[in-house]
């Protein structure tokens, strides 16, 4: 661990060693504050664009967070990582539209799915490093998506699926409604957030950063690096595959798009933007990302001059994304304090 | 010292007073006034590789709209149009539809998406319940299948299977008259080609049964190069070639092919050539080349359809597309159901279009048909006919005729199994 990386890890993980009832259950505490801001939002507002919005940062931020454990904290940029978006959304909406069972069991069955995919495509590249890894991951994406392109009697082929996905009640549960489905988004994203949370600051979770920093260090230390890089790779594909689900509820459908490279990219301008180092960076760059996409798009046509003069702003001039940019301000801010 | 400032209410305030006054009496009106006007939601495509057609159909909209507010508007309300680019991607088309609804207060939609971008728009549509006319998307199944099927969409768009048919009978009568026995195909490698290219071949040998498939090649979508694909048709020797590749794809094709002078040695039948947007990109036009009408001025050959199509080049200074006319369809439909509805509301509107016929410079007999039971559009112009080099290029398009439509049409459904 470099001087700078370990400063930070002090900054995120405050005095550890000395673990009080609070920081033990802080994540909880918090997690369970955002939502029951966010499930109170549609007391205080009836605009629907709002919760449409959440609903779509919920997609894209379990997305891009589950990239940010490969890319942030274990150091393997994926290129591909889009491929498990697309195929939560595929399963999901096939097993609903042909088999018609209660959401829950399509739920499992999908991260069922994602997991056994991303078990064997991650037993081929996580052996690879840096660049090698980035594209064949890119690879793989390509294949599942050309699949989806040339397999038109089963996944209807470039018009995506068609006929929208039945949501059937379950447990009181109408996602149907656009409350419901808000609110059931939200305790997804939540819930999602609070579990890589807690993979993050896991031993499990320094072991990845250990490895990120130093592999040969953590092999000779006894750990089976390529099992511990498959295991994150494989988690990390659920959560993606969690946004796909949520991202097909909203569409009512799943289409090619949702598995081609340029989700892939849209994850890796997100952690452009809200900065890796920070376990909440991709949400603020989600965030971001979806405000600006749909302000700019009301305004003109012409948005990829704004978002592209965007990117070379975060580049060149911040130099690291969003979160990251505070984060070490106040960690400046505090030294100046203390006079150091 | 003098005070000038005398106590009590001063002008300025009096003023503020009484505009204040003015705005609480006047606001109810202005509010109407408002309230007259209706918004229409057109998601489209204006950026990537087939903004020419978003704009197109943004340009054919326009302009109608403008008709329409000046004789009154719908129903006595003028139309203000929101447009939004929806890049083309389906996520980014519900979307920006479900914002146009619910935040930017339209009360009826003009989905000019393509392919899988209206299927999405389509289901906002059966989410939301609100009235939305599917300009562009020609897949059949879009109105064919019953599943898809709301009350509160409609399409004007040409159909798949209607273009195969007519494609496969006017082929057939030219395979007989020449003996062309051996044919090979060449169309873009996604759905719509593959599709289109199996009804064109289905309907072409049930009309010419001794015509025989000796080769066909699946360029992918985009593709730069086709050199490949010219030599290996070159190499099968058919006596005649069918393909659907379109836009930028085709031109660049017969470019490319031009030099192997392949345009000689076969009949060529691409359903896609007779649109602006390639008839005029194209460097040497080859003369003869069969080609399905998109749109073009001198089909039907009305004064009425040489006017739409002088008024929409007089002002944006370039031919209308075939998305073009599709979308002028959907507002003349509008404009026409209001007023037998005698309401914009999204429910009236699509109770009096069901079934309705209006006048219609696109029509094959100078009307055009929203068909009740399928919500799609019938009875526009459609039809075959051979290039020539300069203007007007297709100098004689031979119609389809649509009792033969129907009738193949209804099989076609029936094999499907949609009826």
């Known amino acids: 661990m470099t001087e700078l990386e370990a400063g930070r890890a002090e900054t995120l993980v405050p005095g550890r060693g000395v673990t009080t009832v609070w920081e033990r259950y802080r994540d909880i505490l918090i997690a369970l504050i955002a939502f029951a801001v966010l499930a109170s939002l549609p007391l205080f507002t009836g605009s629907k664009a709002l919760l449409d919005f959440v609903i779509r940062c919920s997609a894209y931020g379990l997305f891009a967070t589950s990239l940010n454990l490969l890319v942030g904290y274990t150091g393997l940029t994926s290129f591909g990582h889009g491929m498990f978006f697309g195929l939560g959304a595929y399963s999901f909406g096939l097993i609903m539209q042909r088999l018609g069972v209660p959401i829950p069991i399509a739920f499992v069955a999908t991260l069922a799915i994602t997991a056994v995919v991303a078990a064997v495509i991650g037993a081929i590249c996580v052996r690879l490093k840096e660049i090698y890894f980035a594209f064949v991951t890119l690879a793989f994406q390509m294949l599942i998506h050309s699949t989806i392109l040339s397999w038109a009697s089963f996944t209807g082929g470039d018009q995506g699926l068609r006929g929208g996905i039945p949501r059937p009640v379950f447990l009181g549960v109408d996602l149907s409604n656009h409350i419901h489905l808000y609110v059931a988004s939200c305790a997804l994203l939540i819930l999602g957030l609070l579990a890589m949370r807690q993979i993050a600051q896991s031993p499990f979770g320094y072991t990845l950063r250990m490895i990120r920093d130093n592999a040969a260090r953590a092999s000779f230390l006894g750990i089976d690096v390529w099992r511990a890089k498959l295991t994150i790779f494989v988690l990390a594909a659920l959560f993606a595959s969690m946004g796909g689900m949520v991202m097909a509820l909203f569409v009512s459908g799943a289409y090619p798009e949702f598995a081609y490279w340029t989700i892939s990219g849209e994850g890796i301008f997100i952690n452009m933007l809200g900065g890796v180092s920070t376990f909440l960076g991709p949400m603020v760059g989600t965030v971001l990302l979806l405000l600006l996409n749909d302000t700019v798009t009301r305004f003109t046509e012409y948005h990829g001059i704004v978002l592209g003069i965007v990117i070379l702003f975060f580049a060149l001039g911040l130099r690291k994304g969003l979160l990251d940019f505070v984060a070490e301000w106040f960690a400046h801010r505090r030294e100046a304090g203390e006079g150091r | ?419």
């Open chain 2, 1 to 419: 010292m003098t005070r000038t400032r005398r106590p009590g209410i001063s002008r300025r305030s009096t003023l503020a007073l009484m505009g204040a006054g003015a705005m609480t009496v006047a606001a109810p009106w202005v509010a109407r006034a408002q309230a007259k006007t209706i918004k229409i939601g057109m998601p489209t495509i204006l950026s990537g590789r087939v903004a020419q057609l978003g704009t197109s159909s943004r340009n054919a909209v326009m302009l109608e709209v403008e008709k329409v507010n000046a004789a009154g508007g719908l129903a006595g309300r003028q139309i203000e149009m929101v447009i939004r680019d929806s890049k083309g991607q389906p996520q980014e088309a519900a979307r920006v539809a479900r914002e146009l609804v619910n935040t930017d207060g339209c009360e009826l939609l003009i989905d000019a998406e393509a392919s899988s971008g209206a299927f999405a728009v389509h289901e906002v549509a059966r989410d939301l319940g609100v009235f939305c006319i599917h300009t562009n998307s020609e897949t059949s199944a879009l109105t064919a299948d019953p599943k898809q099927h709301i009350p509160n969409a409609f399409r004007t768009a040409r159909q798949g299977v209607h273009d195969s048919i007519v494609g496969g009978s006017y082929a057939a009568a030219i395979a007989k008259a020449k003996g062309l026995k051996k044919w090979a195909t060449c169309s873009p490698d996604y759905a719509y080609g593959r599709d289109t290219t199996a009804e064109f071949t289905l309907y072409l040998k049930r009309f010419a049964p001794d015509v025989e498939i000796i080769s066909e090649s699946w360029p992918k979508l985009f593709q730069p190069d086709y050199t490949e694909v010219v030599t290996k048709i070159l190499q099968a020797k058919p006596q005649a070639l069918y393909s659907c590749l379109w836009g930028g794809d085709l031109t660049s094709y017969i470019d490319q092919a031009n030099i192997y002078a392949m345009f000689g040695q076969m009949e060529v039948f691409a359903v896609n050539m007779a649109d602006y947007t390639a008839l005029t990109v194209v460097k040497n036009l080859p003369k003869g080349i069969h080609s399905g009408n998109r749109y073009i001025k001198t089909f039907p050959g009305t004064p009425e359809n040489a006017a739409w199509g002088d008024a929409y080049k007089a002002k944006y200074n370039e031919y209308p597309t075939n998305w073009s006319w599709e979308n002028a369809t959907a507002v003349m439909l509008m404009a026409e159901a209001a007023k037998k509805a005698n309401s914009a509301d999204g429910k009236k509107l699509a109770e009096a279009l069901a079934g309705l016929t209006i006048k219609c410079p696109f029509g094959a007999d100078g009307t055009v048909t929203m068909r009740a039971e399928d919500h799609t559009l019938v009875g526009y112009a459609i039809g075959w006919g051979t290039t020539i080099p300069q203007e007007p290029y297709v100098p004689e398009v031979k119609a389809g005729d649509w009792k033969t439509i129907f009738e193949l049409e209804a099989e076609w459904k029936k094999s499907k199994g949609y009826t």
